[in-house]
C-alpha cells in the first residue's frame, strides 16, 4: 500500500454515505480516472456487477452502493478488500446504521446466550474490525501473535500501533507467515489467492523483513516464524482476545467471510490458544 492510499482512509472520510461516495471518487482518480465504459468492460471481462448507470450511482453518493458493486469497484480500482479491509468496514457500518442490521435482539434464547457465555463470543461479523477497535486493541496489550500468510496490508495499516508495541519493554510481539521454502505450501497458496508463486514468496519476504525491522534494543521480542501447510484462518491474538477470520474456499471476493472475536476463559479462546501452541510446535524461525 502506498503512502497515498494510507491517506485515503474510508473509516475516517466515509461516515456518512456522501463522505464515503468521495472517498471513492478519490480512489478512482488514484487509479488513473477510469472511465465509466471502461470499468464496466472491466466487470464484463471479469463476470462483476460494474454497469455504467450503477458506477454513475456509486460516485454520485444519493445512497449506499450494494456490497457487491462495492467490491467490484475496488478491484477493477486496484484494491484487494481481502487485504485492506477497511472499505467493507466501513460500508459494514454504514449499512447497520442505516438499516438496523447489526442491532442484536433483546432477548436472545437461553440456549443460544449460554452458547455464546460458553465460546466467549464477543462479536460475530462477515468484516475485521474497524480501526478505533483495532487500537483499542493495541492500547494496552502485551502478548501479540499474528497467524498470516504475509498479511502485509493489516501490518501497514496498524505500522504506528506495532511500532510502539515493539518499544514496550518486556512485550512480545510473535508472527508466523507462510513457509516460503516449502514447495507445498507456496503451490496451496499461490493458487488459493491467484497469485504468482513468485509474487507469493516476495510478499511473504518483505512481510517477514518488515516485522525483524520493527526490534529495538530494551524493547518487546520480535519473533518471526515460518509455518508450512494450508491455512483455514487467519488470527489476532491481542493478550486475552482473539481476532479470527475463516478464509474462503472460493474464488470470488464478494464472497463473506465470518470473522469472530473471542476472549478468555471461552472455549473458543481456548481453540485459538491451542492452536498457536500446535502452529509454534510445527514452525521454524524465520531468517
Same mark, same amino acid.
Given at each position: 500500500?502506498?503512502?497515498?492510499?494510507?491517506?485515503?482512509?474510508?473509516?475516517?472520510?466515509?461516515?456518512?454515505?456522501? %463522505?464515503?461516495?468521495?472517498?471513492?471518487? +478519490?480512489?478512482?482518480?488514484?487509479?488513473?480516472?477510469?472511465?465509466? /465504459? +471502461?470499468?464496466?468492460?472491466?466487470?464484463?471481462?471479469? %463476470?462483476?456487477?460494474?454497469?455504467?448507470?450503477?458506477?454513475?450511482?456509486?460516485?454520485?453518493?444519493?445512497?449506499?452502493?450494494?456490497?457487491?458493486l462495492l467490491?467490484?469497484?475496488?478491484?477493477?480500482?486496484?484494491?484487494?478488500?481481502?487485504?485492506?479491509?477497511?472499505?467493507?468496514?466501513?460500508?459494514?457500518?454504514?449499512?447497520?446504521?442505516?438499516?438496523?442490521?447489526?442491532?442484536? *435482539?433483546?432477548?436472545?434464547?437461553?440456549?443460544?446466550?449460554?452458547?455464546?457465555?460458553?465460546?466467549?463470543?464477543?462479536?460475530? %461479523?462477515?468484516?475485521?474490525?474497524?480501526?478505533?477497535?483495532?487500537?483499542?486493541?493495541?492500547?494496552?496489550?502485551?502478548?501479540?501473535?499474528?497467524?498470516?500468510?504475509?498479511?502485509?496490508?493489516?501490518?501497514?495499516?496498524?505500522? *504506528?500501533?506495532?511500532?510502539?508495541?515493539?518499544? /514496550? *519493554?518486556?512485550? +512480545?510481539?510473535?508472527?508466523?507467515?507462510?513457509?516460503?521454502?516449502?514447495?507445498?505450501?507456496?503451490?496451496?497458496?499461490?493458487? /488459493?489467492?491467484?497469485?504468482?508463486p513468485p509474487?507469493?514468496?516476495?510478499?511473504?519476504?518483505?512481510?517477514? +523483513?518488515?516485522?525483524?525491522?520493527?526490534?529495538?534494543?530494551?524493547g518487546a #521480542?520480535?519473533?518471526?516464524?515460518?509455518?508450512?501447510?494450508? /491455512?483455514?484462518?487467519?488470527?489476532?491474538?491481542?493478550?486475552?482476545?482473539?481476532?479470527?477470520?475463516?478464509?474462503?474456499? %472460493?474464488?470470488?471476493?464478494?464472497?463473506?467471510?465470518?470473522?469472530?472475536?473471542?476472549? #478468555?476463559?471461552?472455549?473458543?479462546?481456548?481453540?485459538?490458544?491451542?492452536?498457536?501452541?500446535?502452529? #509454534?510446535?510445527?514452525?521454524? *524461525?524465520?531468517?
Amino acid at each position: 500500500m502506498t503512502v497515498m492510499e494510507r491517506r485515503l482512509d474510508p473509516l475516517r472520510g466515509g461516515t456518512t454515505v456522501a %463522505g464515503f461516495a468521495e472517498c471513492l471518487r +478519490r480512489l478512482r482518480a488514484q487509479a488513473g480516472n477510469p472511465s465509466l /465504459r +471502461r470499468l464496466e468492460l472491466w466487470g464484463q471481462q471479469n %463476470g462483476r456487477p460494474l454497469a455504467r448507470s450503477s458506477v454513475s450511482d456509486l460516485l454520485r453518493g444519493g445512497r449506499l452502493p450494494s456490497r457487491e458493486l462495492l467490491l467490484a469497484f475496488l478491484e477493477a480500482c486496484g484494491v484487494d478488500p481481502v487485504e485492506d479491509t477497511r472499505w467493507l468496514a466501513a460500508w459494514t457500518l454504514l449499512a447497520a446504521d442505516r438499516s438496523g442490521v447489526a442491532a442484536a *435482539p433483546k432477548d436472545l434464547p437461553d440456549r443460544l446466550a449460554a452458547d455464546i457465555r460458553t465460546a466467549g463470543l464477543l462479536r460475530l %461479523g462477515t468484516t475485521y474490525l474497524p480501526d478505533f477497535e483495532w487500537k483499542r486493541l493495541f492500547a494496552t496489550v502485551g502478548e501479540l501473535d499474528i497467524f498470516v500468510v504475509y498479511g502485509q496490508t493489516w501490518r501497514h495499516l496498524h505500522a *504506528p500501533e506495532l511500532t510502539e508495541l515493539a518499544r /514496550r *519493554p518486556g512485550a +512480545r510481539i510473535r508472527v508466523f507467515l507462510a513457509d516460503p521454502a516449502d514447495a507445498l505450501t507456496v503451490r496451496v497458496l499461490s493458487d /488459493r489467492f491467484a497469485i504468482d508463486p513468485p509474487e507469493l514468496v516476495s510478499r511473504i519476504e518483505n512481510t517477514r +523483513r518488515d516485522y525483524q525491522a520493527l526490534a529495538v534494543p530494551g524493547g518487546a #521480542e520480535v519473533d518471526v516464524r515460518y509455518w508450512p501447510g494450508d /491455512r483455514a484462518f487467519s488470527c489476532y491474538r491481542f493478550d486475552t482476545t482473539a481476532v479470527l477470520g475463516l478464509y474462503s474456499h %472460493g474464488r470470488s471476493r464478494a464472497a463473506a467471510v465470518p470473522v469472530l472475536v473471542c476472549s #478468555e476463559p471461552g472455549d473458543l479462546f481456548r481453540f485459538v490458544t491451542s492452536e498457536l501452541q500446535a502452529i #509454534e510446535t510445527g514452525s521454524r *524461525p524465520a531468517r
